[in-house]
């Protein structure tokens, strides 16, 4: 309900612009974590974690992103370099890359 003299000020998040690397960072970080899973990865910098529990987590967390509705960072943009490093590893098992 609005009353007279104010405005909703309301800006869809849908409709907010990207700009940045991220997804395709994201895409090279899980496809090296999709070719060598067992490797050990430093979270950072400083926690020795396995690379696919790294995977995981940074999977996980982009999902929240999405569901929480978080502005500020693009977890749909993270999710699809993580489709794309889904798909580059599935070629290259494949021979086909």
């Not at 849908?14 to 070719?35: C, R």
């Not at 996980?60 to 993580?82: T, W």
């Amino acid at each position: 309900m609005l009353l007279q003299g104010q405005q909703l000020w309301y800006r869809d998040p849908s409709k907010t612009p990207g700009l940045g690397a991220s997804g395709a960072v994201n895409a090279i970080m899980l496809l090296n974590i999709f070719l060598f899973p067992k490797a050990t990865l430093y979270f950072d910098f400083i926690i020795p974690v396995p690379a696919f529990l790294l995977g995981i987590f940074l999977i996980g967390k982009d999902v929240l992103r999405i569901l929480e509705g978080d502005s500020h960072i693009s977890g749909s943009a993270h999710l699809g370099g993580a489709a794309v490093a889904a798909i580059a590893w599935a070629r290259i098992r494949k021979g086909r890359f």
